[in-house]
T-cell receptor
């Protein structure tokens, strides 16, 4: 049962335009959401996060929106740059969290390609 | 600089062999995790550990074993019982107190069965 889903395996965007990556979740117990960026043969790096008490969090060119009623979040990158080309993973925490350790549940990832 | 080191970066294993992947962190994090990445399936949790000498199975623990004898180290053994071990393996760590969330990941080990 995939609790966190990224239904678009890939996305291609023109440099300078907005990139929008989507993520859906099914577990209403999730209370914290994160986006990670991953280059080939490297580990993911943290990008931005949002708590369930908010509906928007912004950090420079990156903004994450959370729609709790729809169980949907999205990552907006504007303007998109060539260095943004990577795989982006959505992750969620809180559903079944064991005291102490954070069991993040990841989506399948979306490969973003920024075209010059 | 603090971080997580995974070694080796590439590893080849023959059918029927056990192989151990190394993960070391100097972030003073209590919790450590092992994930596996397969194409189209995202990251799946294999094992995690909240404290030294304690670890718990994740979603896909069959065919794997771990140990946590030191806070800094969380090695993963891929045994011959793992039916499809070829994958990219990621180690991560995190704090267990406070309100901060999120992992720090290592750079990964790509395991190929030959």
């Amino acid at each position: 049962d995939q609790q966190v889903k990224q239904n678009s395996p890939s996305l291609s965007v023109q440099e300078g335009r907005i990139s929008i990556l989507n993520c859906d979740y099914t577990n209403s117990m999730f209370d914290y959401f994160l986006w990670y960026k991953k280059y080939p043969a490297e580990g993911p790096t943290f990008l931005i996060s949002i708590s369930s008490i908010k509906d928007k969090n912004e950090d420079g060119r990156f903004t994450v929106f959370l729609n709790k009623s729809a169980k949907h979040l999205s990552l907006h990158i504007v303007p998109s740059q060539p260095g943004d080309s990577a795989v982006y993973f959505c992750a969620a925490s809180g559903g079944g969290r064991i005291q102490g350790a954070q069991k993040l549940v990841f989506g399948q990832g979306t490969r973003l390609t920024i075209n010059p | 600089d603090g971080g997580i080191t995974q070694s080796p970066k590439y590893l080849f294993r023959k059918e029927g062999q056990n192989v151990t992947l190394s993960c070391e962190q100097n972030l003073n994090h209590d919790a450590m995790y092992w994930y596996r990445q397969d194409p189209g399936q995202g990251l799946r949790l294999i094992y995690y550990s909240q404290i030294v000498n304690d670890f718990q199975k994740g979603d896909i623990a069959e065919g794997y074993s771990v140990s946590r004898e030191k806070k800094e180290s969380f090695p993963l053994t891929v045994t011959s019982a793992q039916k499809n071990p070829t994958a990219f393996y990621l180690c991560a760590s995190s704090i267990v107190t406070g309100t901060a969330y999120g992992y720090t990941f290592g750079s990964g080990t790509r395991l190929t069965v030959v």
